[in-house]
């Protein structure tokens, strides 16, 4: 065994150093991930949970870096969102936009919109959202799906390319149109 010592100590540097890469790439990814969605953006992909329920946004981790608003109005605003008062929360992220528009506050206006069910509306919001800022991941996703919802699959397709050509190569968008084309579709 004691031959060996330095075979168990190479195995074990290895070990530590594939864990640390793991780590990082984990780290990184999940990172990654986050500056694709904002405050009050739901990043959900034209798909369902396995319930076949909306996945119910989580505003509180989908600050970015680069696009965190602190303004009382929009933080109020996200507040009556997450508790489901919608009209509180449509209050507050219209007096938001009219001080600091933005592509985080319009696609958090858009996300209360759809969910208080003015869904016509809420596209609008989250065109607007894609307007200022055409990186801004999470408002093509947010706008595809309710198109989808409405079984209007070749305009969330559209979408989504609309969110690559902008972006190529953006994983989320891909992976949101793979899951679109590869899921069956009643005809209308």
Known sequence: MKKYWWLIAIA???LLALGGFLYYRFKHKSNSNQSQSTNGATSTSPTTNNNGSKPKPNAAEQITNNQAVNDDNFKAAETAYNEGDYATAANFIGQEIAANPSAVAYNLWGNILRDSGDKETAKAKYEAAISLDATFIVAYTNLATIYQDEG???????ILN????TNPGNEDLQNSLTILEITPHDAN
């Open 12 to 14: 074990i540097v290895i």
């Open 152 to 158: 209007n699959i070749d305009k969330a397709k559209e």
């Open 162 to 165: 609309q969110g690559l050509a």
